[in-house]
């Protein structure tokens, strides 16, 4: 398991090099002007050069590419030409090691951007995580148990509704109604969990349940499904054969059996949630990484886009090996190599 | 629902005029019959069937694929969904009615004093938890002991069933199990707790011939040691012949004939036991017997042909008077052999199987010089209408109960 697990990180890292290098072809090589949207709308061609210099454009793809990896690996300095380095000394920025590189657009290193926002996000995701699993799995195993009747009928009909329900309409319902007009809850607002976890849930719990409701339909109608297949499956009958109670041949043989699809679809959908949810975060006014990258989009903001999208991917691998680890502790089948 | 089950109940009572005592049989099945409401219409799996089994004998049911073999078995054991199920007639397992029963009185029945070894191991045993916890937990069911004791007595009874090394292939996951140990698995987990009747549905099918032997002997060795009924349900006439005191062939979902395994293998008098016969080699000891399939199909349940279900694939349709076969179902009646019934309306069945089905089923058994049967097999006859002598008139049964399906798994006492 040790020696599979370093070959999973090791290839996951060749994964992400792989990828940095695509999304610099991609976006880099795809503008032929890119420090125009870093400069504005007023430049003149002067500033237009200076810019196009600061932030390295002027070299080839690769050679950009290089750079970048020398800052992860080592650290860099910017403006990156270095005669302006010298010319504007006080200006130069220092980038430490794990440099993702330097929004010019916020004049800020793309690492300090995340560490500011990745919080948010991820406080957002897990908390709707939990929510749409314990909801998810316990309506579905309802609806599963009473099929056909009239509750199963009213959970999957709700289901259907939520997921139908564009996120935004939904997020501001709950936003309008249950902050503003009955003032259930206090009006969405993110806190540090450190400074005060209270404040935490509470300023966290609409936007959170809004991220959920969506996932949370669909997780209900998966286990509602995966429960009802196993329950047909031989080894059920074997189970109700030996005398078994109806508590034991569901909690457990019905329950355990259930467990490893959900444990796969969970770690991937929570996987790619942490990288920010654009929808809700706006819905919330919450800064987190789904509104930074949708700005980086908007400004053609290049460092910002590379940073968030190798962040996201490195979400993604870790989720995969985490998952494919788990399924090798669960299900006695599968062997890992 | 509840009627039927009244019903039965009652009758029980009355037929016996006590709780059921030693000599009763073990496994009395009344009128059973289980449909299955679809959107295509009723299956009708199993239909008004009988029979008993009493402990210490094996009754064995045989009938080609879909005849309603498992599903009547199931049905014994309480485990059809009773939402999407209908159910009716009597079942009593030592006593105890199990349709309609409540999920308490099932529990207590299921895998103690009733238990099942099911026809496909390789999806029947749970693929996440190791085979002696599985083992384990049927017996922590039913008895009040450590875990430590259930694992003990799991590993017992892998050892018991033949698995080497059981304490330590214990706590092998099923799919680190081969088909073979994986069937004395299922057996084991169905023994643990000696149960006083043991449903085998097809233990054997899918195994080498080494293994079935091996299985076969198995469960004769448990029977002895601990009296259980035995139903085993297969497709093999010559397991049959092996182990079983009585046979039910079944049909359509029905009983078309039923008796002492001797009689309904020496002289069968319905013509799906024939066919029957005759695709199976080497059932009376012959060598090279033909193989002849049953030509044709297995009856719709959601549509059964009129008459005499096997009036469509019957070869003898014609040597019955009229329309009698296509229009009127033949009741499971008295044939030669004394406890040996029928559901066919020939008159003259054993000639026709000795002068016809038999010397082109398997030439082998007809001595060519002569044109008679060879001496092997009049011996058998012989023993049949000496026993059919001693016991002219016999009545269907004395547990018997009312309505005419009736098979007993019970030595013929004088
Ligand atoms: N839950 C169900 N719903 C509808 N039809 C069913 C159901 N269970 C069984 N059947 C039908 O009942 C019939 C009898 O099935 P059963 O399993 O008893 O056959 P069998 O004699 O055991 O056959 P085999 O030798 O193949 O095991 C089949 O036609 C089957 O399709
Ligand atoms: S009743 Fe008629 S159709 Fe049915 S088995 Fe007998 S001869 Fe054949
Ligand atoms: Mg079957």
């Known amino acids: 398991m040790f020696a599979y697990t370093i070959r999973r990180v090791i290839s996951g890292i060749l994964l992400l090099v792989v990828m940095s290098v695509v999304t610099f072809y991609l976006f880099y090589a795809s503008s032929s002007t890119p420090e125009r949207f870093a400069c504005g709308p007023k430049c003149t061609p002067t500033q237009l050069d200076t810019t196009k210099r600061a932030l390295g454009y002027d070299e080839p793809t690769i050679v950009q590419w290089g750079k970048f990896a020398k800052g992860f690996v080592a650290g860099r300095e910017f403006p990156d030409d270095e005669k302006l380095r010298k010319a504007a000394p006080e200006q130069v920025v220092e980038c430490p090691r794990g440099c993702l590189g330097y929004s010019y657009g916020y004049s800020k290193p793309v690492n300090t951007l995340i560490k500011d926002k990745l919080p948010i996000s991820v406080s957002l995701a897990i908390s709707a995580f939990v929510i749409w699993i314990a909801g998810g799995v316990l309506l579905g195993i309802t609806a599963a148990l009473f099929k056909g009747r009239l509750i199963d009928k009213a959970i999957v009909g709700l289901s259907l509704l939520a997921f139908a329900f564009p996120t935004f309409f939904i997020g501001l319902l709950l936003l309008k109604f ?61 189970a109700r054969a030996k005398g078994l109670t109806r508590r034991v041949v569901i909690g457990k043989h019905t329950l355990r059996a259930v467990l490893t699809p959900l444990v796969t679809l969970s770690g991937l959908d929570l996987a790619g949630l942490l990288g920010g949810a654009i929808i809700t975060e706006t819905v919330f006014n919450f800064n987190g990484v789904g509104k930074l990258s949708f ?20 979400f993604v691998i870790v989720a995969n090996i985490v998952v494919d680890l788990l399924y090798a502790v669960i299900d006695p089948r599968v062997r890992l190599g | 629902m509840t009627a039927p089950e009244q019903a039965g109940a009652t009758a029980g009572t009355m037929e016996f005029g006590r709780p059921a ?36 004998q094996t009754l064995g049911i045989v009938g080609e694929s879909g005849s309603g073999k498992s ?44 238990a ?19 083992i384990a937990e049927a017996a922590r069911m039913h008895n009040d002991i450590s875990k430590a004791e259930a694992r003990r007595r799991a590993i017992d009874m892998l050892d018991r069933v033949g698995i080497p090394q059981a304490s330590s292939r214990v706590d092998d996951y099923p799919h680190q199990f081969s088909g073979g140990m994986r069937q004395r698995a299922m057996i084991a987990m169905a023994l643990v707790n000696n149960p006083q009747l043991l449903i085998a549905d097809e233990p054997t099918t899918a195994l080498d011939v080494t293994v079935q032997a091996q299985i076969l002997d198995l469960l004769q060795d448990l029977q002895q040691e601990y009296g259980s009924a035995i139903v ?50 080497d059932i009376t000891g012959a060598t090279d017997v033909r193989l002849i399939p049953i030509p044709g199909t297995p009856p719709s349940l959601l549509n059964p042909p009129t008459g005499c279900s096997f009036h469509p694939r019957c070869p003898h349709v014609d040597k019955v008077p009229g329309e009698l076969c296509r229009t009127t179902l033949p009741e499971l009646t008295q044939a030669t052999h004394p406890g040996h019934r029928k559901r066919c309306h020939l008159v003259n069945p054993d000639e026709i199987y000795l002068k016809e089905v038999l010397p082109e089923a398997a030439p082998d058994l007809i001595d060519e010089e002569t044109g008679e049967l060879i001496p092997e097999l009049q011996v058998q006859l012989e023993e049949i209408q000496q026993e059919t002598h001693d016991h002219p008139t016999k009545a269907p049964g004395r547990s018997a109960p009312r309505g005419g399906d009736h098979v007993r798994a019970d030595p013929e006492k004088p």
């Open chain 1, 178 to 238: 249950v902050a503003i007009r009955w003032g259930i809850v206090e009006l969405p607002k993110y806190s540090d969990f450190t400074d005060n976890p209270f404040l935490w849930v509470s300023g966290l719990i609409l936007p959170a349940i809004t991220l959920a409701l969506v996932y949370m339909a669909g997780y209900i109608r998966m286990t509602r499904a995966f429960v009802l297949e196993t329950m047909s499956e031989d080894y059920i009958r074997t």
């Open chain 1, 295 to 314: 700005t980086a989009v908007q400004r053609y903001d290049l460092p910002l886009i590379v940073g968030i999208v190798l962040l996201l991917a490195s």
């Open chain 2, 21 to 56: 005592a030693q000599d009763d049989p073990y496994l009395v099945v009344e009128n059973l019959t289980v449909q299955f409401p679809t959107h295509d219409g009723i299956v009708q799996a199993v239909t008004d069937l009988s029979y008993t089994v009493r402990s210490g």
């Open chain 2, 71 to 114: 599903v009547s078995s199931m049905a014994v054991l309480g485990l059809h969904n009773p939402q999407s199920t209908r159910l009716s007639g009597s079942i009593r397992v030592g006593g105890t009615e199990v349709i309609g029963a409540d999920q308490q009185t099932l529990r207590s029945l299921r895998g103690n004093d009733a």
């Open chain 2, 116 to 134: 099942m070894i099911f026809q496909d191991p390789l999806t029947a045993l749970h693929p996440f938890y190791a085979v002696g916890k599985q």
């Open chain 2, 232 to 281: 085993m349900i297969t497709h093999d006439l010559g397991v049959i012949a092996e182990v079983a005191d009585d046979v039910l062939v079944m049909y359509g979902g029905r009983a078309v004939e039923t008796g002492p395994t001797k009689a309904i293998l020496t002289l069968p008098e319905m013509p799906y036991t024939w066919g029957l016969l005759s695709s199976v080699p």
